[in-house]
């Protein structure tokens, strides 16, 4: 491992007190949301890769890990739920369960084979086991190839709450959103997430400390990972549909993006990052192909210039950490 | 056994394309320290390249082998001094996401004007020589039919390649870049200008995926995203040879085309996955790679 420069991916120190004020103010931004007359399907959308970013960013910004193939977590989360949604007729809570747990199941397994390796080479593994699961999603019968799982029902959450409203399915999302973002806050302010930034920045110090770094590492990907499978099941019934777009490098690559705009290790910057790349999305989207090409524009741009992210730059600002 | 050959040159084909672009890959890692992410985008403009030098200018086959990895090297080159050096110094994987993004403004720029759909590029009818009309038609070897075409893609691979690794491992000029490549600041110490060694270096790699994209175009046509798929099979050929040596990414790549070819007569559902599969079970039992040291 090379030696923490300031060129590295910016971490700032930690004040617990200003992160609860940040947290307040975006949980009371988004608590409006409906009252506001945005769009709320927009907002849902935006929610779930919003957790999905967060628990990329777990990975990278705290353990300096880079997955390119966090869309498999996404994707196998949304077909499982779909599945048991759809064919079993199983409940909401119980689809977002299947769908969560088996983002888990493949979180321990692609874990132990990629945390084999560091840097580039996690980036190049984690890519080539979504491109893996991408062609097993494409030929297994279930998941209905370039269909997808279309119409999946809403049905009732704890058989009370009907989410074909907008409006309660809104808040089901956002505290599903919650849950995750306060689940990954809770880990990096913990010991296990002093030792993953130890890890991130020396290694074999961390190691010659006695710590199995392997298995902090694990942990840390599996916990990701299940989050990251939280928001596919949360997107299934927002999107009510589960499709290979979910599984594909595109995807993974947009979870990066997210992240980088709104700032790599910084706890809120891929939440924003999210909005920003979904609402991108949304406005552009009569551009067709060319959405792609500034996407890439975004992209160059970031790392050339404006590496910090957004919250990054605020935060460097003020000198404070967000 | 017709089909098992046929399967096997389509191997052999594939294994060409992954060895050039993994030897490219390499090449660039050495030098750069940067994963280039946009290898797949260049293949791909380096088959355009050779189209439009047919469509636009009417200039053939065999000058567009040259003119399209110079072109496309250059290309290259303009990408390395403007954007690229920037990152030197800085964690590997900006120089990751910076070459994805450029992939992505590559290959959306082409979509935007080219669709998703395939150009066909004819395989070259020139120089007759007897019976022989350029690169097409076959030949019968007795035990399958050969396309002309497809036996020139694989042996001229193999000379590249190897013609590479000769450049590499045993001149002068490969000499200064290998110690480059251990040390820059004292071979810079020494009055060599690493700078533009690297720039080189990054037009040196580029332009072998250009010619796999050349290479490729009468074989798979001429398509927007021919390399996204590619470049992803690429980086796992590279996961398990290693980066580290140059004839390892060469051996692996054709190794790992020929399996692939093999997987689609033995087993044609698992064709798409298996260099993943190997990929795995490569890490399972030696984490570094198969030639490669501990990174």
């Known amino acids: 491992m090379t030696a923490m420069t300031d060129d590295s991916i910016p971490v700032t120190p930690r004040a617990i007190h200003d992160e609860m004020v940040a947290f307040g103010i975006m949980t009371a931004l988004l608590v409006i949301v409906p009252w506001t007359g945005i769009y709320p399907f927009f907002v849902m959308q935006a929610l779930c890769f919003a957790l999905l970013a967060c628990a990329f960013n777990l990975l990278i910004g705290y353990g300096g890990l880079l997955s390119f193939g966090h869309a498999m977590f996404l994707g196998t989360a949304g077909y499982c739920s779909g599945h048991a949604l759809k064919v079993w007729g199983l409940s909401p809570e119980l689809g977002i369960l299947v769908g969560t747990a088996a983002a888990a199941g493949l979180a321990v397994i692609t874990g132990l084979v990629a945390i084999r390796r560091q840097g580039i080479y996690f980036a190049m593994i984690t890519l080539a086991l979504s491109q893996l699961l991408y ?9 209905h190839g370039e269909d997808g799982i279309q119409g999946i029902p809403q049905g009732y959450l704890f058989g009370i709450l009907n989410l074909a409203n907008p409006t309660i399915l809104y808040y089901v999302v956002l505290a599903g959103f919650l849950f995750g973002f306060l689940v990954i806050f809770r880990t990096i302010n913990s010991p296990f997430g002093e030792v993953l930034k130890a890890i991130r920045e020396n290694e074999p110090r961390a190691i010659s400390l006695g710590y199995k770094t392997d298995q902090y590492k694990l942990l840390a990907y599996i916990l990701s990972g299940t989050l990251a499978g939280l928001a596919g099941a949360l997107k299934v019934f927002v999107a009510q549909n589960a499709s290979l777009t979910d599984v594909e490098v595109a995807m993974s690559g947009q979870i990066v993006l997210m992240t980088l705009v709104g700032g790599l290790g910084t706890v809120f910057g891929p939440v924003l990052g999210a ?6 999305q949304q406005y552009l989207s009569g551009l067709g ?8 524009v975004v992209f160059v741009v970031c790392v050339l210039t404006f590496r910090r992210g957004v919250i990054g730059e605020i935060a460097h600002y003020f000198r404070r950490s967000l | 056994m017709q089909a098992l050959y046929a399967q096997l040159l389509v191997g052999l084909i594939n294994g060409s394309f992954y060895a050039l672009l993994s030897l490219g890959l390499a090449v660039i890692f050495g030098m750069l320290n940067i994963i280039n992410f946009a290898h797949g985008a260049l293949y791909m403009m380096g088959a355009f390249v050779a189209y439009f030098l047919l469509n636009v200018m009417g200039i053939g086959y065999w000058p567009a082998l040259i003119i399209a990895p110079i072109a496309v090297g250059i290309f290259g080159m303009i990408l390395e001094r ?3 050096q920037w990152l030197a110094g800085l964690d590997h994987l900006y120089g990751l996401l910076l070459t994805f993004g450029l992939a992505l403004i590559i290959q959306g720029v082409f979509q935007n004007y080219f669709g998703s759909s395939g150009l066909p590029y004819a395989i070259p009818d020139y120089p007759k020589i007897g019976e022989f009309h350029g690169l097409q038609g076959g030949m019968n070897l007795g035990f399958m039919f050969l396309p002309i075409y497809r036996g020139w893609v694989v042996i001229f691979s193999l000379i590249v390649c190897l013609g590479t690794w000769y450049l590499i491992e045993r001149t002068r000029l490969g000499a200064y870049l290998r110690a480059a490549t251990e040390n820059p600041a004292l071979v810079r110490a020494f009055g060599i200008n690493v700078p533009r060694m690297i720039t080189l270096t990054y037009g040196l790699g580029v332009g072998l995926a250009a010619l796999a ?9 001429v398509r927007p995203l021919m390399g996204e798929n590619v470049i992803i099979v690429v980086f796992a050929v590279v996961v398990i040879g290693g980066m580290g040596s140059i ?5 692996t790549g054709f190794a790992l085309g020929v399996i692939e070819g093999l997987t689609k007569y033995f087993y044609p559902e698992a064709s798409n996955t298996v260099v993943f599969v190997l990929m795995v079970l490569v890490l399972l039992v030696k984490p570094t790679g198969l030639t490669g040291r501990a990174a």
């Open chain 1, 275 to 280: 909005f920003v790349i979904v609402a991108m």
């Open chain 1, 289 to 296: 192909q060319w959405v792609t090409v500034i996407q890439g």
């Open chain 2, 82 to 84: 403007t954007m690229l």
């Open chain 2, 213 to 221: 994209g050349v290479l490729s175009a009468p074989i798979n046509q």
């Open chain 2, 247 to 251: 004839m390892g990414s060469i051996v």
């Open chain 1, 135 to 143: 062609f097993i999603y494409l030929q297994a019968p279930f998941t």
